[in-house]
């Protein structure tokens, strides 16, 4: 039993210590978050909302998925962040997914779909990593309506770490 739990502070360290390893970005002295990761990008022949919705729930695998927001223009106040060629946007919702689209030529590659990773109130994307020349090509935003599972997550934890207590205590018996 002392080597499991040992064993399990251990991991816990390591884990502790990898998370904090990410790099977080700012705009003025407000704390964004990490950028956040690309999942797809695709160009679609339409920006309707059921074309922009049935290309999200074909990547993520998941038909109870909702566009619950969108919005475009003024709506879209991005600001630079601390970093160059770095972009961050006040979202309305704190979705688990967006995805922007930008003005293209036909064909070529317009609609990008993203993982809200750090902080979920703000989109923070790359631009020379998505080859974007600037923010001004942003059409629009949309805001996935996926819950994020954090309740349930730390159930499963704290439901976990009982279930090993009361096997330690069987086993010491």
Known sequence: ?????????VFCSFTAFGAGQAISYTVGS????????????????DSGDTTE????KSVLQDDSIT???????????????????TWA???RGEPAYYF???????????HFLFQNLDSLSWAVID?????????GKVSHIGEIGT?????????????????????GRRRMK
């Open 53 to 56: 919705l049935d290309w999200v």
């Open 147 to 167: 819950p994020v599972p954090e309740p349930g997550t730390l159930f499963l934890l704290g439901g976990g770490l009982l279930g090993l207590a009361v096997y």
């Open 100 to 110: 922007i689209k930008i003005g293209a030529k036909k064909g070529d590659i317009d």
């Open 67 to 85: 566009l619950s927001e969108k919005y475009s223009g003024p709506d879209m106040p991005w600001q630079e962040t601390d970093v160059a060629g």
């Open 1 to 9: 039993m002392k080597k499991l739990l040992a064993g399990l502070f």
């Open 89 to 91: 946007l006040d979202l």
């Open 30 to 45: 407000v704390d964004v978050g990490g950028l956040d990761s690309l999942k797809s990008s695709i160009s679609l022949s």
């Open 127 to 135: 631009l020379p990593g998505l080859a974007i020349e600037n923010i």
